[in-house]
């Protein structure tokens, strides 16, 4: 029942676009990680002689702009969808156009006191270590048990030397004096049958293992998303 739910996953999109939001979460989380706090950092402290108030207000945009990218993504992951916030337009004349006689400091508080800047920041910032690790190893499992598909198609390209005698494969374990040496433990992967043999392995353990972990990963940084930089949930609702 589990190679079969595997399977079924295997032939599905579900995990290939779970891994292609994930790979791209660990590009872009960190771009967008290092714009947001670049930004902020920068600033922040420029406030105090007045120059970081319009750099603190362009801040404002920039972590809202990182947000609605990060929606959009999130749809990537199957059965997922990030509804927008509704956005706070008193004070303002159409899309995000501020009313001049507003005034800066009107419009910075309006910008930093949107609820949605404090999830955004949590998300965008506070949240990229844990997500970056959840990413990295899911994915890495995944790209990892891919490769060990494709052994057959490279093993005989690999170089190794025992005793000043060059040989090809791949050696897992521990050949001081070559596969059919004395005191060689492990795996030797210097045949085509065994290779073969060894991406079956791998096959089953990607079907099994990695696709499920690809997409349960994918789909809790997606929903991570969706609770974080969402539309709140209406507290009166049933």
């Known amino acids: 029942m589990i ?24 590009v872009i989380g960190t771009v967008l990680f290092t714009v947001v706090v670049t930004v902020v950092a920068v600033s922040a402290p ?19 702009g990182a947000a609605h990218l990060e929606r959009q993504r999130a749809a990537m992951v199957p059965g997922i969808a990030v509804a927008e916030p509704p956005v706070d337009r008193a004070g303002t004349a159409g899309d995000d156009v501020e009313v001049p006689d507003a005034g800066l400091l009107a419009a910075l508080r309006r910008r930093w006191t949107d609820p949605a800047v404090a999830p ?7 949240l990229y270590v844990p997500l970056m690790v959840l990413d990295t190893v899911a994915v890495g499992l995944w790209l990892g048990l891919l490769g ?29 004096h070559g596969p059919g040496g004395p005191d060689a433990v ?35 940084h997606a929903r991570t998303a969706g609770r974080l930089l969402g539309r709140p949930a209406d507290p009166l609702a049933p």
Do not use: K
């Open 186 to 220: 492990g795996l030797a992967i210097d045949d085509l049958p065994t290779a073969i043999a060894v991406a079956a392995v791998f096959a089953v353990l990607f079907m099994v293992v990695a696709c499920p972990v690809v997409v349960a990963a994918a789909r809790l």
């Open 120 to 126: 955004s920041l949590g998300y965008l910032v506070g």
């Open 46 to 64: 420029l406030v105090v002689i007045g120059i970081g108030l319009p750099l603190l207000l362009a801040a404002a945009h920039v972590i809202r």
């Open 148 to 176: 060990g598909i494709t052994i057959p198609f490279w093993y005989w390209a690999v170089p190794q030397t025992f005793d000043g005698v060059t040989d090809h494969g791949l050696f897992w374990g521990s050949f001081p």
């Open 3 to 26: 190679a079969m739910g595997g399977f079924r996953l295997l032939v599905s999109a579900a995990p290939w676009r779970s891994a292609a939001y994930l790979l791209g979460s660990i």
